[in-house]
């Protein structure tokens, strides 16, 4: 599963509006935002960059006055991390990823108080992306650009959910990319405050997973910020599965760093 879930990392980085490919990675760019999440690199499964390989694709991020930084499957290309370790990247997170398939998918129990709606007008489209910027505590502010993402996330093949509050508002929602490599991954589950504890986030994230089941993946991924969440993803048929690394190399990193022709520093 490793592969797979790098593979469609590689797949899903390409889908960017601006590309860059070189020595064995793939760049990622959304222009007009230096937002980190946004703008980010992976390598190719089983790739084996060397020292030059990392010094010219921290040149392209720097040349866009933007933060190195990868996200991948460390045991999908095992030569990388030492070699992007020895350039002075360190880490950011190590988080665990769950599976889910359609023999493993449990779908709870049917309520009026978690009924799950597909978002269809701009109006919808902006408040999930408010509720789910409070749910994630303001990381993510609203803004027309978010809502335009969820919606092309919708349109171009992936599943978008949210479920309404009691006054008619939107208590939280998830979002799942449009499928690739015979997988998909499920993102952004938030839950305003005020009304977690109520089932929410497990029946938008089994809705969301039932609805790439149902155009063809054949698993869906996620990755799970901690036991308690974990508990939910895993009581609607997700599994623990790996895990995935994200590294940057932050300015104060030895200049050699960004050099092809720097000296080679011993893995930390």
Do not use: K
Not at 73 to 86: D, I, K, T
Not at 144 to 164: C, D, I, K, N, P
């Amino acid at each position: 599963m490793d592969i797979q879930v790098q593979s469609f990392a590689v797949t899903h980085l390409r889908r960017r509006p601006v590309v860059v490919e070189t020595g064995g990675f793939v760049a990622g760019f959304t222009p007009g935002t230096d937002n980190p999440y946004l703008n980010y690199a992976t390598p190719l499964p089983g790739a084996e960059p060397t020292e030059r390989d990392v010094a010219a694709l921290i040149r392209v991020f720097r040349e866009r006055a933007l933060l190195p930084r990868l996200e991948f499957a460390p045991q999908a290309a095992p030569a990388v991390e030492a070699v992007l370790r020895a350039a002075g990247f360190a880490d950011e997170a190590v988080h665990g990823y769950l599976v889910c398939t359609p023999r493993t998918l449990t779908l709870p129990r049917p309520s009026d108080r978690t009924r799950v709606q597909t978002p269809q007008t701009d109006e919808e489209f902006a408040a999930l992306d408010a509720a789910l910027a409070e749910a994630f505590g303001g990381a993510f502010p609203p803004s027309a650009e978010g809502a335009a993402r969820l919606r092309r996330t919708q349109e171009s093949g992936g599943a978008v959910r949210f479920v309404r509050d009691p006054q008619g508002g939107i208590a939280g929602g998830a979002s799942c990319s449009p499928a690739a490599e015979g997988t998909a991954e499920l993102s952004g589950v938030g839950t305003r405050p005020a009304c977690r504890g109520r089932g929410i986030a497990a029946a938008v994230t089994a809705a969301s997973t039932e609805a790439m089941f149902s155009q063809g993946a054949g698993s869906v991924w996620l990755e799970y910020s901690g036991e308690g969440s974990r508990r939910v993803y895993e009581r609607v048929g997700y599994r623990p599965q790996g895990t995935r690394l994200y590294v940057s190399l932050h300015p104060a990193a030895p200049a050699a760093a960004a050099s092809p022709t720097g000296p080679a520093r011993s893995s930390g």
